[in-house]
């Protein structure tokens, strides 16, 4: 593993180094940005043994900095999802939270964790962990919260994605990963409708116009939303998956992504309780992806869960530390 300067980020009258940490193993390279905690690229072969990237990404940080709204890559928080209103209640005290998803607040408000410059230090046999602080009120969360990601690249190749966070007073945290993968490589074309996907989930979150889950999740079965046996994907997914798995503390694999063409395999392990799946059909023109270019597989707690107590909790407390874990593995078939 290695790191660079990617580029400089002028933020008020400081100017601060964004740098890219490089992690190779196995056939497998994957690089990692301090901007935002962003998977910039995943390079693995296909069954021929011919090597792509295949998620979305920029070449340079100017890229990442003029179209900020898909994501691209980034870590999500935090509150990955949204919350209805931008507005919840934490032991009787009421929070108010930037809409910047009208009306409700999306992926931690207007300056998330996806815009903000990360500590970075290598971690393991080939890994980089990002830290940084964010200070209480930061879009409007109560509690300082101390946060720390690792990016590890694991003998085989897999990447695993570890979080950790304490606070020092109540708070909510649901953090993710936003990367978009393409396995035919990234200038492939529409994934969405080529790629196959399995998904162990037999109920999905019932949602209203704005994506705010409503009433109790509902049955996959005889709908489009089963994909329990594997299948083309297909456009006009942006929904929670309630995992068969639960809540655990060791990451369990819950998903497969399949490129027929390429014979890439992505497979995804968590121990989340939820995945969002979404079939970028919002990316607009002015970005060099059209939509379905991409395949977001978020690993994280359900949407608007601060103000849905049967929902698994995302409440946090001082002396408590929230931990999540997700591993992409890679393969041919």
Not at 35 to 64: C, K, T
Not at 99 to 120: C, I, Q
Not at 122 to 134: D, I
Request: glycine share 14%; aromatic share 8%.
């Amino acid at each position: 593993m290695r790191s660079e300067l990617f580029g400089t980020l002028a933020d008020g009258t400081d100017r601060i180094d964004v740098h890219r940490w490089i992690l190779e193993r196995d056939g497998v390279r994957v690089r990692v940005l301090t901007y935002g905690g962003i998977v910039q690229s995943v390079e693995v072969p296909d069954r021929s043994g011919g090597v792509a990237d295949i998620v979305l990404g920029f070449p340079d940080l100017d890229g990442y900095l003029a179209h900020p709204e898909p994501y691209l890559g980034a870590l999500v928080g935090r509150y990955a999802n949204r919350i209805a209103g931008g507005r919840f209640t934490l032991d009787g005290q009421e929070y108010t939270l930037a809409r910047n998803n009208e009306p409700n607040s999306l992926h931690g408000g207007e300056r998330g964790f996806d815009k903000r410059v990360w500590a970075a230090e290598p971690f393991g046999v080939c890994g980089v962990r990002l830290s940084r602080v964010s200070p209480d009120g930061e879009e409007g969360f109560p509690g300082r919260l101390d946060v720390t990601v690792t990016y590890e690249l694991e003998a085989g190749g897999a990447l695993r994605i570890s979080y950790e966070a304490g606070t020092d007073a109540p708070t909510i945290v649901n953090l993710t990963n936003h990367t978009y993968w393409n396995l035919g490589g990234a200038g492939a074309g529409n994934a969405a409708g080529g790629h196959e996907l399995r998904i162990d989930a037999g109920r999905v979150s019932a949602v209203d116009e704005n994506l705010i889950p409503v009433g109790e999740p509902r049955d996959v079965a005889g709908t489009p939303f089963d994909f329990r046996e594997i299948r083309k994907v297909g456009p006009g997914y942006d929904h929670n998956y309630v995992l068969d798995k639960g809540v655990g503390e060791q990451a369990v694999e819950v998903a497969e992504l399949h490129d027929p063409a390429s014979g890439r395999v992505l497979s995804v392990a968590t121990t989340e309780p939820g995945l969002q799946l979404y079939t970028a059909d919002h990316l607009d023109s002015s970005l060099p992806f059209a939509p379905g270019d991409g395949i977001a597989l978020e690993t994280q707690h359900f949407p608007d869960s601060p103000n849905r107590p049967d929902f698994p909790s995302t409440v946090l407390r001082p002396g408590e530390v929230y931990r999540s874990q997700t591993v992409y593995g890679f393969g041919v078939r």
